[in-house]
């Protein structure tokens, strides 16, 4: 997956989130990376989860994810992060994911949640959804767009 999320009018991120695996075992990394441009001023977030994926249906996947979220901006944080990734595709060329991440980072806790749909043709795919994070009483909330390929 790779999309742009307009946060404000001068923050905006790229993400990347790239998924493989075999079977009910999977693996998941997304690199976020927010810029601003007043004042000039950029936060990585990475996260890296090992999946259970489970399918309930042949249209309704849930997955268990625990793994570990780095926060790299004036200074660096880790720790520890629990993810349970929902994908329900009613038909083939559409469908809805919401992907909720929390993780613990030097005591304070980060909130993740990714809401959006998809639409298109088995390999390529359109994406659209807004994304809210949250941390310490400070958010980057903001819709998104972009593509997948799955295969």
Do not use: K
């Amino acid at each position: 997956d790779a999309s742009y999320q307009e946060v404000e009018s001068d923050i905006e991120a790229s993400d990347w989130r790239l998924e493989g695996g075999y079977g009910p075992f999977g693996v998941q990394v997304r690199d976020t990376r927010y810029r601003e441009d007043e004042p000039t001023d950029a936060l990585s977030l990475i996260q890296m989860h090992g999946l259970l994926r489970l399918s309930l249906s042949t249209q309704l996947e849930v997955d268990l994810g625990l793994g570990i979220v780095t926060l790299d901006g004036n200074d660096t944080t880790s720790g520890l992060s629990a993810t349970v990734p929902i994908a329900w595709r009613p038909v083939t060329w559409c469908g809805m994911e919401f992907r909720p991440q929390w993780a613990s980072l030097g005591g304070s806790g980060l909130s993740d949640y990714d809401l959006g749909a998809t639409i298109g043709v088995r390999y390529v795919c359109l994406r659209g959804g807004y994304r809210w994070m949250e941390s310490a009483g400070q958010s980057l909330n903001g819709p998104y767009l972009g593509a997948s390929l799955q295969f």
